[in-house]
């Protein structure tokens, strides 16, 4: 079954620590992205990368970095900087080469910071 | 900038029909996606419109008017396991923005 995995599901961290979220697919596509989901507000886009090695800063960046060495992987990191990193996370894929192409999304991580 | 509006809760009965307004004004347009999110749970994909009109997909219909810069979603029929979250989203140069969603909530 092809798919995109996120783990784990739930997540707790101390404050001022490093922490980084998985995402792993395997449909194939080029694209993928990070997506941040707090209550009452829509997903806020992270960090996107459209190619292996090359990735762009979303509306959110700051705090957040990512990497994109492989095509299946697209590894999140919430630093220490980022100010309120408690949230749901979701990673999402799409094929990349058009933009009217949807995205498919992971389960999520539900990321604690006390 | 980006700014989507669509109403924060709804509420209806099983079987009846429910609409779901959404508003935009986004700096450019790829076309306009709406996506259903139940509690805890990823968002999956239901409609896309690039066009203006009526796309059809079962009990679930979505409209886009360009000029207007709005669209809206259609739920007929409805059961109790379409009370969800309905987020509405604008493509734009391969990224999407999206709402802050509208949680239905159907009874019985």
């Known amino acids: 079954d092809g798919g995109i995995t996120q783990s784990p599901k739930y997540l707790f961290r101390k404050e001022g620590q490093n922490v980084t979220l998985s995402c792993e697919q395997n449909l194939n596509h080029d694209a993928m992205y990070w997506y941040r989901q707090d209550p009452g507000q829509g997903l806020r886009l992270i960090y996107y990368?459209?190619?292996?090695?090359?990735?762009q800063k979303g509306d959110i960046a700051e705090g957040y970095s990512v990497s994109r060495e492989k095509k299946e992987s697209f590894p999140l990191t919430v630093t220490s900087a980022q100010k309120n990193p408690t949230a749901f996370y979701l990673c999402?894929?799409?094929?990349?080469?058009?933009?009217?192409?949807?995205?498919?999304f992971g389960p999520g991580t539900r990321l604690t910071v006390t | 900038g980006q700014n989507i509006d669509q109403p924060t809760e709804m509420t209806a009965t099983e079987g009846a029909i429910v609409q779901i307004n959404c508003t935009y004004q986004t700096s450019g347009f790829n076309g306009l996606f709406w996506y259903q999110q139940h509690a805890g749970e990823a968002p999956t994909f239901l409609s896309y419109?690039?066009?203006?009109g009526l796309e059809e997909k079962g009990r679930f219909s979505s409209f886009l008017s360009r000029s207007k810069g709005y669209s809206y979603l259609l739920l007929k029929e409805l059961q109790m396991k379409d009370s969800a979250s309905y987020l509405c989203?604008?493509?734009?140069?391969?990224?999407?923005?999206f709402g802050a969603g509208t949680t239905v909530t159907v009874r019985a």
């Open positions: 419109n690039v066009l203006d």
């Open positions: 989203a604008v493509g734009n140069d391969y990224k999407l923005s």
């Open positions: 990368s459209q190619i292996v090695n090359d990735f």
């Open positions: 999402a894929s799409n094929r990349g080469d058009h933009p009217f192409n949807e995205q498919y």
